[in-house]
């Protein structure tokens, strides 16, 4: 593995004015992008990459392996453990490419006119390369208080690979006192998003001659009655409008497909329906599962009524918790103040791994560099610009944390 110094530059060339710290964000997110870490691949060959980085800096991380060791988190400490400190969250897997038309090979980065291309760019290699290449920095620091740097997997699957690694956060002897989850925000702080549960119901009924109907059990029947009984709850839940800030301001309720029968004259034995439902912090989830539930069963029931042998099977497919911080609490200050931004802190539309920090009972914001709208799309990039105001954050914190009195004003 070569070292910190032989990092490579982006292809291309960097503008004049560019400031040696970018610049080193700039190589590591280089080597970054070049590890295709697709949710579905494994991400072992980056993880070797930013574990031998670390512990060239004496820095020693933790892997935390999912069940079939291909991928893999980092959680890594810098600074006095005997400290409660802050944790610095990340994910290192991006999506696909496929049917998408770049202008530049998506996992080579490529600099161009102040900006850098390449998949994960803004979601959100860039956050990971401006922290490593802080790391050197910290290292050299004494500092009061510890930095956590916790990496995941699987984000863009729906937060799979967090939560085994949230768990060993809140195991830290000296429970952080705060957690950003760098996700691009344009450095805008973010201190709520919706949580988010989606299930896949398949229903098997009993097949036949259309001719028939009573001789069989109709699925996709029993899937437009789940599906009517999802559309009223969408309807009551719209209504309530009980988010203000987020958009749209209540809880929602999507089918997003589908499925069933073979052919108009037979009984459709199986159909297939996925849903989710993205609540507000004031969503009462356990309350519309339990009434899901219950529209299911009755479902079953009636499908059993002429078929006995029918089932039905309810998966969950993504399951996170929302974000919800006081946005004029210390931790929101403080965070703001580290952004190098005044505005007030807003929401996203889109998940993030900080519910489930928050769920484990560290205040918990999101503020990163990049932008959303850049990610998941062809020619995804981020700017020079964005990486040195990440970088700046960076700095505010280490400075801070040097100071004794830093927790002072999260209390
Ligand atoms: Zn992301």
Redesign the pocket.
Known sequence: MEGPSALAPPIGSAPHGVSPRTLRAAEILSRLVAFETVSRSSNLDLVAFVTDYLSQHGVQARLIHDATKTKASILATIGPRNMPGVVLSA?TDVVPCEGQNWATPPFTATSRGGRIFGRGTS??KGFVAAVLAQVPDLCAAELCAPVHLAFSYD??LGCRGAPDLVKQVAKISKKPLLCIVG??TQMRVIRGHKGKIARRITIHGRGGHSAYPYRGANAVNAAVQIAMGLRAIARELEARRDAEGFDPPYASVHIGSLHGGTALNLIPETAVLEFEIRSTPKTDLAEILGRIDTIVAACLASLQTAAPESRIESENLIDYPGLECDGAGPAARFVTRLSGTSAEPATISFG?EAGLYAAAGIPTLVCGPGDIAR?HIADEWIGLDELDEASAMLDRLRDLLTQPDWADCLN
């Open positions: 994910h979601d959100m984000e863009e996700e691009p993030t990610a």
